[in-house]
């Protein structure tokens, strides 16, 4: 396998900048996620990476060797795309070979890639149907066979789960990085789905408008986010954002939220104490407030009262959709919470957990 290095990497389509000077650093066996809205660039840096667009500037490396001129089929990668792109006159056996017999690999070596990589993949029973008698399951599995029997530096995919239904992708998540863990592969991954990304990756690669936001392992990512964007885009429910105020009072710093004062810890205050009277956008997860009736520890410092908008069950937790005098907020709540719709609830913030953000650059402060 191979490390991927991307150095300054920019592309334009006319006046469009798709990728704006991008660096990224990929080690070898890693596995990589480029996440972010449609349009942020992601699947772009992966046909970048291919070979599939050429580059307006910068450098691409896989391993030692600069691959800016050299064609997709000899920069020893393999790609799996949304669309499964079988041959249908094909049966699954042809469609795992067919890439190995264009190369004019011997039959005996061809034959022991595909039961390999059939074997692998759990598909060794259905080498003789053709992709029309495939679940959408199986189909993906040919798919990832094909690229396995290439026995490639690296793998790259771009969204490739993204045509299965709920239950399956949860499923192939789990395969593709059981994959990932038995052939040691380096693969970059794109995806606009975080949840996938926090799952599957070793690091993630939150892009947008081109542009790198953060990189990093996805709980650091999800616990120490660079900016309002990445707090926003990392976590399901998204983050709530608040606008506040922050002051100094006895020695301690509040921020100051619809009608709210809530006290901040006073590991913030080094970070804070530059905003003392100015404006700030605080954020909270939704997992990070709590019903009072459940949860020790509150303080008149740390509760809001707000009401009840909307409810939605999931079983071992229920979110509550709330209204925090003019602003609204979701919170994850304990599933013994028994407060109905149209009445009011004190929520109790897990404050050492929430965040603050400078309102002009969106940058964090803490």
Same mark, same amino acid.
């Given at each position: 396998?191979?490390?991927?290095?991307?150095?300054?990497?920019?592309?334009?389509?006319?006046?469009?900048?798709?990728?704006?000077?991008?660096?990224?650093?990929?080690?070898?066996?890693?596995?990589?996620?480029?996440?972010?809205?449609?349009?942020?660039?992601?699947?772009?840096?992966?046909?970048?990476?291919?070979?599939?667009?050429?580059?307006?500037?910068?450098?691409?490396?896989?391993?030692?060797?600069?691959?800016?001129?050299?064609?997709?089929?000899?920069?020893?990668?393999?790609?799996?795309?949304?669309?499964?792109?079988?041959?249908?006159?094909?049966?699954?056996?042809?469609?795992?070979?067919?890439?190995?017999?264009?190369?004019?690999?011997?039959?005996?070596?061809?034959?022991?890639?595909?039961?390999?990589?059939?074997?692998?993949?759990?598909?060794?029973?259905?080498?003789?149907?053709?992709?029309?008698?495939?679940?959408?399951?199986?189909?993906?599995?040919?798919?990832?066979?094909?690229?396995?029997?290439?026995?490639?530096?690296?793998?790259?995919?771009?969204?490739?789960?993204?045509?299965?239904?709920?239950?399956?992708?949860?499923?192939?998540?789990?395969?593709?990085?059981?994959?990932?863990?038995?052939?040691?592969?380096?693969?970059?991954?794109?995806?606009?789905?975080?949840?996938?990304?926090?799952?599957?990756?070793?690091?993630?690669?939150?892009?947008?408008?081109?542009?790198?936001?953060?990189?990093?392992?996805?709980?650091?990512?999800?616990?120490?986010?660079?900016?309002?964007?990445?707090?926003?885009?990392?976590? %399901?429910?998204?983050?709530?954002?608040? /606008?506040?105020? +922050? #002051?100094? =009072? !006895? $020695?301690?710093?509040?921020?100051?939220? @619809?009608?709210?004062?809530?006290?901040?810890?006073?590991?913030?205050?080094?970070?804070?104490?530059?905003?003392?009277?100015? %404006?700030?956008?605080?954020?909270?997860? /939704?997992?990070? +407030? #709590?019903? =009072? !009736? $459940?949860?020790?520890?509150?303080?008149? @410092?740390?509760?809001?009262?707000?009401?009840?908008?909307?409810?939605?069950?999931?079983?071992?937790?229920?979110?509550?959709?709330?209204?925090?005098?003019?602003?609204?907020?979701?919170?994850?709540?304990?599933?013994?919470?028994?407060?109905?719709?149209?009445? @009011?609830?004190?929520?109790?913030?897990?404050?050492?957990?929430?965040?603050?953000?400078?309102?002009?650059?969106?940058?964090?402060?803490?």
């Amino acid at each position: 396998m191979a490390r991927v290095v991307l150095k300054n990497v920019t592309k334009k389509f006319k006046e469009v900048v798709a990728v704006d000077n991008i660096s990224i650093d990929i080690e070898d066996k890693e596995f990589a996620v480029l996440v972010g809205p449609s349009g942020c660039g992601k699947s772009t840096t992966l046909r970048a990476i291919a070979g599939l667009e050429e580059v307006t500037s910068g450098e691409i490396y896989i391993g030692e060797r600069l691959v800016n001129d050299i064609p997709p089929k000899d920069r020893d990668i393999a790609m799996v795309f949304q669309s499964y792109a079988l041959y249908p006159h094909m049966d699954v056996y042809n469609n795992m070979a067919f890439g190995l017999k264009l190369r004019k690999y011997p039959k005996e070596e061809v034959d022991r890639r595909v039961q390999e990589a059939a074997r692998l993949l759990g598909i060794d029973n259905l080498l003789k149907r053709r992709p029309k008698a495939l679940s959408g399951g199986q189909r993906q599995r040919v798919a990832l066979g094909r690229a396995i029997v290439r026995k490639p530096k690296v793998f790259l995919f771009d969204e490739p789960l993204s045509n299965l239904d709920a239950k399956l992708r949860v499923a192939m998540r789990g395969e593709i990085s059981k994959l990932h863990n038995r052939l040691e592969a380096t693969i970059i991954y794109v995806t606009h789905d975080q949840v996938e990304a926090m799952t599957m990756a070793s690091r993630i690669f939150i892009m947008n408008e081109g542009r790198l936001q953060q990189a990093g392992p996805p709980l650091e990512v999800y616990e120490s986010p660079a900016n309002q964007f990445v707090a926003g885009f990392i976590g %399901s429910p998204a983050m709530n954002f608040f /606008p506040g105020t +922050l #002051h100094q =009072k !006895d $020695f301690s710093y509040y921020v100051d939220l @619809e009608n709210n004062q809530l006290k901040l810890p006073s590991s913030f205050n080094q970070s804070i104490s530059p905003y003392d009277g100015k %404006s700030v956008t605080f954020g909270v997860r /939704p997992e990070d +407030l #709590h019903d =009072k !009736d $459940f949860y020790q520890g509150a303080t008149p @410092e740390s509760t809001i009262r707000a009401k009840i908008e909307l409810i939605e069950p999931l079983g071992n937790e229920v979110l509550f959709y709330l209204i925090l005098g003019k602003l609204p907020m979701v919170a994850k709540l304990d599933s013994r919470t028994r407060k109905q719709v149209g009445q @009011e609830i004190e929520i109790v913030l897990d404050l050492p957990k929430t965040h603050l953000f400078d309102v002009k650059s969106e940058k964090t402060i803490v």
